[in-house]
């Protein structure tokens, strides 16, 4: 296969990995939020003694302990808020949330973005899937490199600067071994190879 053929490939797949990790981001920074507006209703349900979700027409607000909850604008997420929803809006706004009904309780999700921190949140938490999925495998790639092998395909490495099995750029074998030479020495001469060490 082509160098360039090789290269475009590899741009294709990070492209590919950038979206999956901005999409798992997302992801988690909604069920965060939700999840977040999940044990608030049941704050506020506790508190008002209500078996569904207290009504917004009748209820402004809500003292729990020393913090007071608006229920005009609730807004949720971690580590910023990313996301907001007013009850009292008449739907189909998406201000409003989406109405969800688990059980005998009554649930309003979310749906509205806050920016920046809808964006702040993706982020951080694509970062975290990237860091979490991709850790695993650079510590292959660097154990394969130790041992004189491509990091992309374990082919044993020779004295081209290019992997002859999948066109990986790679460290020629001369290079490396000269390279963990130079990290494993500590300033003692060493005898050549084949000699026995001097004695004291």
């Known amino acids: 296969m082509p160098y360039h053929s090789i290269m475009s490939v590899i ?7 950038i979206i999956a990790m901005l999409a798992a981001g997302a992801a988690l920074n909604v069920a965060v939020a939700w999840g977040q507006d999940v044990v608030q209703t049941n704050e506020v349900r506790r508190i008002l003694k209500a078996p569904i979700a207290p009504n917004p027409n009748a209820t402004v607000s809500v003292l729990n302990g020393d913090r007071l ?19 009292m809006i008449v739907p189909p706004s998406p201000l409003r949330g989406w109405d969800v009904t688990i ?4 649930y309003t999700f979310p749906i509205a973005p806050l920016w920046p921190g809808f964006a702040i949140n993706t982020l951080f938490y694509a970062a ?21 092998r491509c990091p992309a395909c374990a ?12 066109g990986q750029s790679v460290m020629p074998a001369q290079a490396g071994i000269q390279s963990r030479a130079a990290d494993d020495d500590d300033g003692d001469p060493r005898p050549p190879a084949g000699f026995p060490p001097a004695r004291e």
């Open 11 to 17: 741009r294709r797949r990070r492209f590919i990995k």
């Open 69 to 87: 909850i608006d229920l005009r604008e609730l807004r949720y997420g971690a580590p910023t808020q990313s996301m907001r929803m007013s009850p």
């Open 103 to 106: 059980g005998d309780y009554k």
């Open 128 to 148: 975290v899937c990237w860091l979490l999925l991709s850790a695993p495998f650079a510590l292959r790639r660097r154990l394969r490199r130790r041992r004189g």
């Open 155 to 166: 082919y044993p490495v020779g004295t081209s600067d290019v992997c002859t099995e999948c």
